[in-house]
């Protein structure tokens, strides 16, 4: 014949039960929270992808049209290299202010929602 389960028995089985329950929410929480933040990045890089695309056609065509307006092809490529290298020095100066913060922020946003 079994005997009853005692008192302290009893709570530790609740116990166990609870902390196994506690510990899958959890996994399933952090799974959701990746989920979302993964989902996000994936659909704002695709975005970003295809406006670069755009962007570097129509550079190409810029330069093609400055060459053609100053008679070499290649004072045009020179042209829209020197923009990029201006853009890129006052981008550098500016990184953490208008870049890196902003994503920052974004994947904190979207791992506490």
Do not use: C
């Amino acid at each position: 014949m079994e005997t009853p389960p005692t008192l302290i028995e009893s709570l530790w089985e609740r116990v166990e039960e609870y902390s196994k329950t506690t510990y899958e929410l959890s996994k399933l929480k952090a799974l959701e929270t990746t989920t979302i933040v993964v989902s996000s990045l994936v659909a704002r890089m695709s975005v970003v992808f295809i406006f670069s695309l755009f962007i570097l056609i129509l550079n190409i065509g810029i330069a093609f049209l400055l060459g053609d307006l100053l008679g070499k092809m290649y004072y045009g490529f020179f042209i829209v290299a020197t923009f990029y290298l201006i853009a890129g020095i006052i981008l550098h100066f500016f990184l953490l202010k208008w870049i890196k913060k902003p994503i920052s922020d974004l994947i904190i946003d979207q791992a506490l929602h």
